[in-house]
């Protein structure tokens, strides 16, 4: 099963409260599952990198083989691409289990950056994590 992941992290002030939010669909675009989860006191690039994990953890729990992961961050993009190193240590073992879940597929395609526009339902998922957490 093809999937294709969407995702993005918040954080409101960097750091500040943050929150990863995913949204998976099919090759049509049909949205499959979202997902979302606060992280507490973070910086915006770790919450990307979050939220990648969680959208490409919750594709291997529902069965996909295949993955395609866009986001919105040009730098999650290029790191996991390998057109940028990782020199930030607190984004190195974030880095380190994105490409750990990539492999675990039985095939992905390469990593796309999106423009902000078209990750709406990734941001809201993120920012509904951040808005939840407040009101608990």
């Not at 949205?31 to 992280?39: A, I, P, R, S």
């Not at 990198?49 to 959208?55: R, T, V």
Request: aromatic residues 8%.
């Amino acid at each position: 099963m093809y999937v294709m992941v969407y995702s993005d992290g918040a954080s409101r002030r960097n750091p500040g409260p943050a929150g990863a939010g995913a949204v998976l669909t099919d090759e049509r675009g049909e949205v499959l599952y979202e997902v979302c989860q606060y992280l507490g006191q973070t910086t915006n690039n770790q919450a990307e990198y979050s939220a990648a994990i969680l959208g490409l953890e919750k594709a291997l729990e529902i069965g996909a083989t295949k993955v395609l992961l866009k986001a919105d961050s040009q730098l999650l993009i290029k790191q996991i691409n390998g057109e940028y190193r990782v020199k930030n240590p607190d984004l190195k073992p974030l880095y380190e289990k994105v490409i750990f879940l990539l492999d675990r597929f039985d095939s992905y395609d390469p990593p796309q950056h999106i423009p902000r526009q078209q990750n709406h339902l990734a941001d809201a998922q993120a920012n509904r994590a951040i808005d939840e957490q407040a009101f608990a």
